[in-house]
């Protein structure tokens, strides 16, 4: 199967895309493009807002507004006004690092990772944003944070530190938010592409957007790659199932670090592309915090 383009938004760096079932608006960061864009699969239209920095990630808040992951902190933000309600620094002890993936689990925590975005060092972390704002460490000795999802059930929890080229699972407890008994749930040393930003179907299977590699794949519940969906450019960055049925996969994709050529070649960099794949995904629930 191949996605097709369906928003031409040549986003600098698309990533951390949801769908809202609330406004029926599929959301997604353009990360260097300091933007957030959302689209309207009923009308077709797209909408980008200004943003005064960097966003990482974000999901809607349950009694409105948002729960935003800036680079260097996250913070509870109003969309209309602009403010601001800080939750937790990030990191502030290493320049080197910011936040980069994250989603919410089915309780509705926020679970968000860090990458060392200068060196690549494994010195960053994951971090679990509770209801209650309490914030802990969940996950250290991360390079790049990526692929952070959840089985239907909520008991499982997906990661990817990229480099490492590999799916891993956790249990995760959904009482405390959690994680232990970390095993490898999929390989991608033989892919041609690096495991990115990822989401959930209703049957369980994980499907992953391949950084560099053309790519999004489905990791079925046994952990082998059984469907494979074909993106007409070098970097898709995240998928999520949309739509009213839930039944349309989008993928974002970026233009970081490709030349002229690379953009010549291939125009509809940073684009926002949608499959059918004949399944269902599962909503994402709002940060309860």
């Not at 952070?148 to 990229?162: E, K, R, V």
């Not at 999004?216 to 969906?229: E, L």
């Given at each position: 199967?191949?996605?097709?383009?369906?928003?031409d938004?040549?986003?600098?760096?698309?990533?951390?895309?949801?769908?809202?079932?609330?406004d029926?608006?599929?959301?997604?960061t353009?990360?260097?493009?300091?933007?957030?864009?959302?689209?309207?699969?009923?009308?077709?239209?797209?909408?980008?807002?200004?943003m005064?920095?960097?966003?990482?990630?974000?999901?809607?808040r349950?009694?409105?507004?948002?729960?935003?992951?800036?680079?260097?902190?996250?913070v509870?933000?109003?969309?209309?006004?602009?403010?601001?309600?800080?939750?937790?620094?990030?990191?502030?002890?290493n320049?080197?690092?910011?936040?980069?993936?994250?989603?919410?689990?089915?309780?509705?925590?926020?679970?968000?990772g860090?990458?060392?975005?200068?060196?690549?060092?494994?010195?960053?972390?994951v971090?679990?944003?509770?209801t209650?704002?309490?914030?802990?460490?969940i996950i250290?000795?991360?390079?790049?944070?990526?692929?952070?999802?959840?089985?239907?059930?909520?008991a499982?929890?997906?990661f990817?530190?990229?480099p490492?080229?590999?799916?891993?699972?956790?249990?995760?407890?959904?009482l405390?938010?959690?994680v232990?008994n970390?095993r490898?749930?999929?390989?991608f040393?033989?892919?041609?592409?690096?495991p990115?930003?990822?989401?959930?179907?209703?049957?369980g299977?994980?499907?992953?957007a391949?950084?560099?590699?053309?790519?999004?794949v489905?990791?079925?519940?046994?952990?082998?790659i059984?469907h494979?969906?074909?993106?007409?450019?070098?970097?898709?960055?995240c998928?999520?199932?949309?739509g009213p049925?839930?039944?349309?996969l989008?993928?974002?994709?970026?233009r970081?670090?490709?030349?002229?050529d690379?953009?010549?070649?291939?125009?509809?960099?940073?684009?926002?592309f949608?499959v059918?794949?004949g399944?269902?995904?599962?909503?994402d629930?709002?940060?309860?915090?």
């Amino acid at each position: 199967m191949r996605a097709e383009l369906i928003v031409d938004c040549k986003n600098q760096h698309g990533e951390g895309i949801f769908w809202n079932p609330s406004d029926g608006l599929v959301w997604w960061t353009d990360i260097e493009g300091c933007a957030l864009w959302s689209f309207d699969p009923s009308t077709s239209q797209s909408a980008s807002h200004t943003m005064p920095e960097r966003v990482c990630c974000f999901t809607p808040r349950a009694t409105g507004g948002l729960i935003v992951a800036f680079a260097d902190r996250v913070v509870l933000f109003d969309p209309l006004t602009k403010k601001e309600t800080l939750v937790t620094l990030f990191e502030p002890k290493n320049p080197e690092t910011r936040l980069n993936d994250g989603r919410t689990d089915r309780q509705g925590r926020l679970i968000v990772g860090g990458m060392n975005e200068v060196s690549g060092k494994a010195d960053s972390s994951v971090i679990c944003v509770d209801t209650d704002l309490s914030v802990r460490t969940i996950i250290d000795h991360v390079s790049c944070a990526n692929s952070t999802c959840f089985s239907p059930d909520g008991a499982t929890m997906y990661f990817a530190d990229t480099p490492d080229r590999e799916i891993v699972a956790y249990d995760y407890d959904t009482l405390t938010g959690s994680v232990s008994n970390r095993r490898v749930h999929a390989l991608f040393k033989d892919e041609p592409g690096l495991p990115d930003g990822s989401c959930v179907d209703a049957e369980g299977g994980v499907w992953n957007a391949e950084w560099e590699g053309r790519r999004v794949v489905r990791v079925a519940p046994d952990g082998t790659i059984d469907h494979i969906i074909e993106v007409p450019v070098w970097k898709p960055t995240c998928c999520a199932f949309g739509g009213p049925e839930l039944d349309s996969l989008f993928i974002t994709t970026s233009r970081l670090m490709s030349d002229e050529d690379a953009l010549t070649k291939e125009p509809e960099s940073g684009g926002l592309f949608a499959v059918k794949p004949g399944v269902r995904g599962v909503i994402d629930t709002p940060f309860n915090g």
